[in-house]
Nanobody, 124 residues
Framework: QVQLDESGGGLVQAGSSLRLSCAAS????????MGWFRQAPGKEREFVAA???????YYEESTKGRFAISRGNSKNTVFLQMNSLKTEDTAVYYC??????????????????WGQGTQVTVSS
């Protein structure tokens, strides 16, 4: 079993930045493509960003240009740099992992493992 652990969430003022981290542990004999999702109060979980094993990155349109997904030295560690945060970005952010990133990178079903989430709150 693979366990994902997110960190870096918190309370921040609009226009500020946060950097979320996610680390995979457990069965990590395979490398993983990883993604970030978020769920705001009263809304469905939505795709934020993903990074493939080859380093390709994909973003939800509203975050493109503000958010950046990247890997650490370990390919089972991923970051989400969030700049110019808006109140609309307030949500619980989840990282997810899969051994194969299909073209349907924004679909929850693509991912096999999920973290517990970290709260991001953006105040005006």
């Amino acid at each position: 079993q693979v366990q994902l652990d997110e960190s870096g969430g918190g309370l921040v003022q609009a226009g500020s930045s946060l950097r979320l981290s996610c680390a995979a542990s457990g069965r990590t004999d395979s490398s993983y493509s990883m993604g970030w999702f978020r769920q705001a109060p009263g809304k469905e979980r939505e795709f934020v960003a993903a990074i493939s094993l080859g380093g390709g990155t994909y973003y939800e349109e509203s975050t493109k240009g503000r958010f950046a997904i990247s890997r650490g030295n370990s390919k089972n560690t991923v970051f989400l740099q969030m700049n110019s945060l808006k109140t609309e970005d307030t949500a619980v952010y989840y990282c997810a992992a899969t051994t194969y990133l299909s073209s349907d990178y924004s679909a929850e079903q693509t991912y096999d493992y999920w973290g517990q989430g970290t709260q991001v709150t953006v105040s005006s």
